[in-house]
């Protein structure tokens, strides 16, 4: 019936005329990453758009579990390529150095590389921590699955003018909350409620008195 292409032209319009931060999440991954795949394809079809006019999304989630089109939007992949991690990789390789004096270590090198190892190790911490709060911080949208939103550490100073829940219809209510309590303006929940019933999976009469309408 068109809802996601419905969708992402909502998510585009919000960002791009009101200037809103906008999170997109439906209860299943395959779900969001359809969202994404439109929303990115239709803004890589212009290829002479400029960088700074481009939609910056982050795609929430383990990578295991997302489609391999969808990987270079993962928050992984995004915080490998961004500015500063070629200084936090710098750092790793001089961690592993002291880890590699630990394996014939001395009195004092042992204390010497102990030290050394857990200023590092706060330092990688701290930049890694930048990193990822720049780019949640740049993002004009953000993509998860209901469950997904509510992943504090990543979400909890970002406020979104904006929230969609697609496939609404087939999400749990409770799962719609989390993603629904972060709106601070707007709610757009997009689903059919015709295409599929309830999943109940119960033998108890009141199902066949009507639970499952």
């Not at 990543?154 to 829940?165: K, M, N, S, W």
Request: aromatic content about 2%; hydrophobic content about 45%; proline content about 4%.
């Amino acid at each position: 019936t068109g809802k996601t292409t419905t969708v992402v032209e909502l998510v585009k319009q919000a960002v791009k005329k009101n200037g809103w931060k906008v999170l997109v999440t439906a209860p299943s991954n395959v779900a969001v990453d359809n969202v994404l795949a439109k929303l990115v394809a239709q803004d890589d079809g212009n290829r002479k758009r400029t960088t700074n006019h481009r939609l910056r999304v982050v795609r929430l989630g383990h990578p295991a579990r997302l489609q391999a089109e969808i990987l270079p939007y993962s928050l992984e992949a995004l915080v490998q390529n961004a500015d500063g991690t070629e200084i936090v990789a710098d750092v790793r390789a001089e961690l592993q150095s002291y880890l590699q004096v630990l394996k014939n270590p001395r009195g004092r090198d042992k204390r010497v590389a102990y030290r050394e190892m857990k200023v590092l190790r706060k330092e990688i911490r701290v930049r890694e921590e930048k990193v990822v709060r720049e780019l949640m911080n740049n993002a004009h949208v953000v993509l998860a699955t209901c469950v997904g939103a509510a992943n504090t550490k990543l979400l909890q100073d970002l406020e979104f003018d904006l929230v969609i829940i697609d496939e609404a219809a087939q999400a749990l209510e409770a799962a719609c909350w989390i993603p629904a309590l972060r709106a601070r303006t707007k709610l757009v929940l997009a689903g059919d409620h015709c295409q599929l019933p309830p999943t109940i999976r119960s033998n108890q009469p009141v199902v066949k008195a009507g639970l499952s309408t």
